[in-house]
């Protein structure tokens, strides 16, 4: 009996540390924050960009410039896990080998057409001849089918003109074609403009919902704070932008102007109301946290209001 209880006492505890390591495994992935930094210059002159990200031991980085294109590394500790640079190269050298040797068998190939040419040349003469008179024999025969061909057709036109039904029929036909594929067709639009008018009305109703107002007004909120969580804390940016005509950039200088609370802090806008401009200088540095996010996202799923919401959208 004792050693029973040893054995489910050792299991027991073997349990516990399981679940114990999974718990701490769960909050480090959701309470550690991911640093990044960005950086971005584009210009007449420059494009580029270069990044970074930082999770505990973990790191991934990379940069981006017009001439070289994009590469990139991810590291643990002082392992190499991706590298852009060598990566590529095995499959390079094989696509290198299986060129050189299809262009070898191609050559070989070319040599022994031009042997083969050479000796039909010395004998193709006579067979040549030969050709020739078979080629002559033929036209005639086909000439001869030729104007068989034609009179029958000339037999098969005079029938055809006798059968021929008046122009007036044709076009009255023609018409009638027309006036049904014209009534079909309005009568398809006009079905589709019902059910949009009815898929309206099921929309509209589903707004002015108050539990609907208030998931929507959750919603919001939720969406206003994973931004605020998610902005740089520190940087500079700076973004010059012109579309050519002083009202289009008017339009979305106002639309960018919405979310100043966000970016206000780090990042100078300057529209260019006559040039169609763009210029970026930008470096900025943040966290993520992946926890809060998760959290607010599971209590806004949980609600009542968000069920009953999500549900009715699924009956329109």
């Known amino acids: 009996m004792g050693v029973v209880l040893l054995i489910l006492r050792i299991l027991l ?57 994009l590469k990139y590394k991810a590291k643990v500790l002082f392992f190499t896990l991706l590298d852009s640079e060598k990566t590529d190269d095995p499959k390079k050298k094989k696509s290198k080998r299986k060129k050189n040797k299809e262009n070898k068998e191609n050559t070989d190939e070319i040599a022994v057409t031009n042997e083969e040419i050479k000796v039909m040349e010395e ?20 000439d001869n089918i030729l104007t068989q061909d034609k009179a029958d057709d000339s037999i098969l ?51 002015y919902k108050d539990f609907t107002q208030r998931t929507i007004h959750r919603g919001k909120k939720f969406l206003g704070k994973t931004l605020k969580a998610v902005k740089p804390r520190k940087g500079h940016g700076y973004i010059k932008f012109g579309l050519s005509n002083a009202a289009d950039t008017g339009i979305w200088l106002g639309r960018i102007a919405m979310f100043y609370p966000i970016y206000g802090r780090w990042l100078q806008l300057e529209p260019d109301f006559y040039n169609k401009v763009f210029n970026m200088d930008c470096d900025l540095k943040g966290s993520i946290m992946i926890g809060p996010t998760a959290i607010r996202f599971l209590i806004l799923y949980l609600r009542k209001d968000t069920k009953r919401t999500m549900n009715l959208a699924k009956k329109i």
């Not at 399981?18 to 924050?33: E, H, N, Q, S, T």
């Not at 004998?123 to 005639?140: M, R």
Request: no cysteine.
């Open 13 to 69: 505890d073997i349990i516990i540390l399981i679940l114990g390591l999974a718990l701490l495994l769960m909050l480090i992935v959701m309470f550690v924050p991911i640093h990044y930094r960005v950086k971005g210059v584009v210009n007449e002159e420059e494009k580029s960009a270069d990044f970074k990200i930082r999770w505990l031991i973990a790191t991934f980085k990379g940069d981006y410039k017009k001439e070289e294109g």
């Open 157 to 207: 036109t005079q029938d055809n003109d006798q059968q021929k039904t008046p122009l007036i029929h044709k076009v009255s036909d023609f018409l009638d074609n027309i006036g049904d594929k014209a009534r079909d067709f309005l009568d398809k639009v006009g079905n589709k403009t019902q059910s949009l008018e009815k898929k309206a009305d099921h929309v509209e109703q589903f707004l």
């Open 123 to 142: 004998i193709g003469e006579p067979i040549q001849s030969a050709l020739d008179l078979l080629d002559v024999t033929q036209d005639k025969a086909d």
